[in-house]
T-cell receptor, first 114, second 110 residues
Framework: NAGVTQTPKFQVLKTGQSMTLQCAQD?????MYWYRQDPGMGLRLIYY???????DKGEVPNGYNVSRLNKREFSLRLESAAPSQTSVYFC?????????????FGSGTQLSVL | DAKTTQPTSMDCAEGRAANLPCNHS???????VYWYRQIHSQGPQYIIH???NNETNEMASLIITEDRKSSTLILPHATLRDTAVYYC???????????FGRGTQLTVWP
């Protein structure tokens, strides 16, 4: 099993460009998440999807959109990239709803916006 | 979800036990304590979680005080590969999300 797979691993964009970060999990998990991590800071939740067909905002949703394409895939889109969106992005999934969730993380996408 | 307070950094000699504290004085009765760690440049990794009883698995032990206002993660025999940022998170039944703070940077030295 691959677990949680993120693509691409690295990306450089110019201000105003758009792109989609892809995430897929092969563990049949219900819930999926997108986090960003900036230098010296912890992870901040951007969006999450508790189950297929639902999405909700996290702490820092502005400038992003998400799509839960199916149970396996959860994509994050930047419509018009800004330098403030330079960050490392992590996708995660978890099997349970409610108590005692364990998150499984991907290896991250390092995004630079010039 | 209750907030947590952790020291910014700690260090530990290789082979010794590493004891990482976490304060969560506003924890409520249905909130679990989770520990994750993040090795440089990698995604966070789940370590352990508990509600009120002490827990142990192959990676670590979790000691939760009787009043549940604090907890300690114990790595019994720290190795250089345990050098990482350790996050203590308290979460209740709110569907969906874990909030990560800044964590504790643990450095294990030879």
């Amino acid at each position: 099993n691959a677990g949680v797979t993120q693509t691409p691993k690295f990306q450089v964009l110019k201000t105003g460009q758009s792109m989609t970060l892809q995430c897929a999990q092969d563990m049949n998990h219900n819930s999926m998440y997108w986090y960003r991590q900036d230098p010296g800071m912890g992870l901040r939740l951007i969006y999450y999807s508790a189950s297929e067909g639902t999405t909700d905002k996290g702490e820092v949703p502005n400038g992003y959109n998400v799509s839960r394409l199916n149970k396996r895939e959860f994509s994050l889109r930047l419509e018009s990239a800004a330098p403030s969106q330079t960050s490392v992005y992590f996708c995660a999934s978890s099997p349970l709803r409610g108590h005692a969730e364990k998150l499984f993380f991907g290896s991250g996408t390092q995004l630079s916006v010039l | 979800d209750a907030k947590t307070t952790q020291p910014t950094s700690m260090d530990c000699a290789e082979g010794r036990a590493a004891n990482l504290p976490c304060n969560h004085s506003t924890i409520s009765g249905n909130e679990y304590v989770y520990w994750y760690r993040q090795i440089h440049s990698q995604g966070p990794q789940y370590i352990i979680h508990g509600l009120k009883n002490n827990e142990t698995n192959e990676m670590a032990s979790l000691i939760i005080t009787e009043d549940r206002k604090s907890s300690t993660l114990i790595l019994p025999h720290a190795t250089l590969r345990d050098t990482a940022v350790y996050y203590c998170i308290v979460r209740g039944s709110t569907l969906g999300r874990l909030y990560f703070g800044r964590g504790t940077q643990l450095t294990v030295w030879p």
